[in-house]
């Protein structure tokens, strides 16, 4: 099972982004998503991220070969943060929701959210406020921050913004309106409460151990 709760295999090959199949049927994600959110999602949407990052990565690599000037890569340079940005915490927005009913966090995981919010309730208060606060198209995203190793959530705004440097992702929710809108119409907490539920801890416990060989940090 190491496959299903890496961070990004799958995402890159050959020299260029790609997009991973989703690691179960649109349908199964159902009643917490329906099936044409969950394909339109993934083969539009996360489809369009790719494809962004790719042609970023063009123009950089044609300043770096003194084929277009040097004032190009400015804003491919903010195109490839939004994009791949984009195509990352897609990823891991996948793997992040279970087609189970979960029973919250386990093992070492356990005891880090305990250690961060005192209990599994105080972060499932936190994750929620955090999610009812991203302004405008974001993601609630739970990770490890790097200087002192304690998880934290952050509300990350766009794809790139408000994001810590070296803040390691292990579980995200995308609280764009494209990922709930048909079902949960403006009710982004009732979507944020669907997808606690059926948040996938296990493979969370396995990217905060590192034990994934398609997550490269
Ligand atoms: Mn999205």
């Known amino acids: 099972m190491e496959e299903q709760s890496c961070l990004c295999n799958k995402g890159y090959a050959d020299g260029q982004y790609v997009l991973p199949p989703l690691p179960y049927e649109a349908v199964a994600l159902e009643p917490l998503l329906d099936a044409r959110t969950v394909a339109t999602h993934h083969d539009r949407h996360h489809a369009a991220y790719v494809a962004g990052a790719n042609a970023a990565l063009e123009v950089i690599r044609k300043v770096a070969a003194n084929v277009y000037d040097e004032t190009a890569v400015s804003s491919a340079m903010r195109k490839l943060a939004f994009n791949l940005g984009g195509h990352i915490l897609h990823c891991l927005y996948w793997k992040s929701i279970s087609p189970q009913q979960q029973d919250g966090p386990t093992g070492a995981l356990a005891d ?31 990770g490890r921050e790097r200087l002192s190793g304690r998880l934290a959530v952050l509300g990350v705004e766009r794809h790139q913004d408000i994001l810590l440097p070296g803040f390691k992702p292990l579980l995200a929710c995308d609280v764009w309106e494209h990922a709930y809108y048909l079902r949960y119409l403006n009710n982004r ?15 969370a416990l396995k990217r905060m151990e590192g034990s994934c060989h398609g997550d490269k940090r």
């Open 189 to 203: 907490a009732g979507y944020v409460d669907a997808f606690l539920r059926q948040a996938d801890w296990a493979s």
């Open 112 to 142: 880090a959210i305990n250690t961060a919010f005192g209990s599994y309730d105080g972060f499932l208060r936190v994750f929620r406020g955090v999610a009812l606060g991203v302004q405008g198209s974001g993601w609630v995203v739970l």
